[in-house]
């Protein structure tokens, strides 16, 4: 069968994920003695050499992530062995029930996939038998290894593309979905705050405010607080202990010269046409003021995001440089004959070249040398301070036997000060507990610290008396918010009726075309929320400290049929949810390979492998 019908890699790679997951449940067996594979999924076996083989892969794909050599052991640490066994189990099992079901390509076909390999072709694009034979010794494998892994892949495609290839959600659940989403509301509303009041606000007595106090006791609530003990290094401390030579500078300048001294610079769009005729046409009409550069653009069915190409140097713009280059700014110059054909081009704009000299830039370069050094020198100290840990150091000892520096904090989850503004430490902060021992852990700069709790302090009510001054501005704000909602309440029949805003005292606003997805500044978060549970004509009060919202839901529209946005949202949707809809079905898929396929795994044969990355 053509490789025409195999789904995309990146799909393939999808619904291995979710076929993993499917097998997640199944147990490990011990084999024992079987050199030749690591376990088998029914009668298909795992190889030995493509479990290796897929490991060292994805050991140096770490590597390269992470910039430096990764030992088995943190490969382990990573999980990186259980993922790569659990993926070869998925590809296995898919093989397996490949097999039981008849499923195959021919030798025929299995020639054409090798020959359409690139890898595998010469300089004229035919087979090139000689590269096909080098390109499997470079990988470790057979000629017939080879055959038969493509041969079983291309079979699991064919499964895959079977189970998911054609499935389409009827149109109505889309059409519900973009109702929910592009539902328009045109609503009529007015906010009105201490200022709006007809009548004066009374004074709070002694009861309002304990009652107030009472109501909203969270509000007057100290957090729960952690008082941490805390060693820490950052870069910063010890950046003017780094020395760095000029020479090195120098030669950091000259590698970021393109950086530090940039040409001459236009902001340019660029308009397209088929042929100098045309161009030369669309030039006469700007420059007789018949269209301007924009006309154009809309005319040719473009945005003007379509042709804007940014700041670009002379060199960026080839044979067209020199002329847009003589330009002044709001010009339009042309037709210049470009890859794309002769093209208009407007100048916005015209940016100086600027230069920097070694003397300006080399304080930003040696602050950026010298942090780059000293995280190095932090990582340097990191095994050391474990062991001192290890020995029973205490966070008091590191601050005595290493750079880091010794503090203390009254730690809650609303601190963003000091060292509280790290992720890192709030996430730390929020689990250790006094039974915890001190460990080396890193910054979000790079900088470390170890911490040790010394108590934690439980939430505590404060009494009125402590915060009388919040609990007096809060009482105001509810009340002034009540006092408003009393002086509305009789006219609100009448702006259910239509009456205008304005007739009554009310400065109204009219927001048309609002969606679900619309955001109003300065107003209440359930603002959206409100507007979408009422029914056309409707009127409703929201109260908000210090202030109230009126709202009329004046009319209910159903999406815009000629909103881009809209129609671009619906495909993806109808593309989300046909994908989402094929992912289940290969769940189903994979609990049932689950339900009656035996898996085995030979430990022992895991073990040798492992060994060889030791």
Avoid at 201 to 218: C, F, G, K, V
Avoid at 264 to 278: H, W
Avoid at 391 to 406: F, H, I, S
């Amino acid at each position: 069968m053509s490789g025409k019908k195999s789904i995309g890699k990146s799909a393939m790679w999808v619904l291995m994920g979710l076929l993993i997951l499917g097998l997640g449940g199944f147990g490990v067996t011990n084999l024992g003695g079987n050199v030749r594979s690591i376990g088998s999924v029914g009668e298909s076996d795992i190889g030995v050499t493509e479990y290796a083989r897929m490991l060292r892969d994805d050991i140096r794909a770490e590597e390269a992530a992470r910039r430096e050599p990764v030992s088995f052991a943190q490969a382990q640490e990573l999980q990186i062995d259980q993922i790569v066994l659990a993926r070869l189990i998925a590809a296995t099992s898919l093989e397996e029930e490949a097999r039981l079901m008849g499923v195959s390509i021919g030798d025929a076909n299995l020639a054409q996939q090798i020959r359409d390999i690139p890898a595998f072709q010469g300089i004229d694009g035919s087979f090139d038998r000689e590269a096909y034979r080098f390109q499997l010794e470079q990988t470790g494998l057979t000629e017939g290894q080879f055959e038969e892994d493509l041969r079983a892949e291309t079979a699991r495609t064919l499964l895959q593309g079977a189970v998911v290839t054609g499935i389409e959600l009827p149109e109505i659940y889309t059409d519900a979905l973009m109702l929910y989403i592009g539902e328009e509301r045109t609503v009529t509303w007015a906010m009105l705050d201490q200022g709006d009041l007809i009548t004066g606000l009374t004074e709070p007595d002694e009861q309002d405010l304990i009652d107030y106090h009472q109501s909203n006791l969270p509000d007057f609530t100290t957090p729960e607080v952690k008082k941490i003990t805390y060693a820490w290094l950052t870069p910063e401390m010890i950046i003017d202990t780094v020395e760095v030579d000029e020479d090195t500078l120098r030669a950091l300048y000259d590698d970021r010269s393109e950086e530090f001294n940039q040409p001459e610079r236009r902001l340019v769009e660029r308009l397209a046409f088929p042929d100098s005729p045309a161009a030369e046409a669309a030039l006469a009409r700007v420059r007789a003021e018949e269209a301007s550069f924009d006309d154009l653009v809309t005319e040719r069915g473009l945005d003007l995001a379509d042709v804007d190409l940014g700041d670009v140097s002379l060199a960026d713009l080839g044979a067209a440089g020199e002329a847009v280059f003589a330009a002044e700014a709001g010009d339009v110059v042309g037709p210049l004959e470009t890859a794309i054909g002769p093209a208009l081009f407007r100048i916005n704009g015209v940016l100086q070249a600027q230069t920097t000299s070694f003397e300006e830039a080399e304080p930003q370069l040696r602050d950026e040398l010298a942090g780059d050094r000293a995280r190095r020198v932090i990582d340097a100290e990191i095994d050391g301070i474990e062991d001192l840990l290890a020995g029973g150091a205490t966070v008091e000892d590191l601050a005595k036997e290493t750079d880091m520096q010794l503090a203390q904090i009254d730690w809650h989850p609303g601190m963003t000060d000091a060292i509280g503004a790290y992720d890192a430490f709030r996430s730390a902060a929020a689990e250790i507990t006094t039974s915890d021992y001190p460990e080396v852990e890193k910054l979000d700069d790079d900088g470390i610290f170890a911490m040790r709790l010394e108590a934690v302090v439980e939430p505590e009510i404060q009494p009125l008396d402590a915060v009388r001054a919040e609990v007096e501005a809060g009482w105001r704000r509810q009340a002034v918010a009540e006092a408003l909602s009393e002086q509305v309440a009789p006219v609100l029949d009448a702006l259910r009726g239509g009456a205008a805003f304005a007739d009554h005292g009310m400065p109204e606003t009219t927001t048309r075309e609002l969606t679900r997805r619309a955001f109003l500044t300065n107003t209440p978060a359930d603002f959206i929320e409100t507007v979408y549970d009422m029914s056309q004509g409707d009127v409703q009060v929201i109260r908000e400290d210090g202030r109230i919202f009126v709202l009329r839901l004046d009319t209910i529209a159903p999406p815009a049929a000629d909103n881009e946005e809209l129609t671009r949202l619906r495909a993806a949707l109808s593309q989300d949810a046909n994908t989402a809809l094929a992912q289940d079905l290969f769940q189903i898929l994979a609990n049932d390979i689950r339900s009656r396929t035996d898996i085995l795994i030979d430990q022992q044969a895991l073990n040798a492998v492992h060994s060889n990355f030791q």
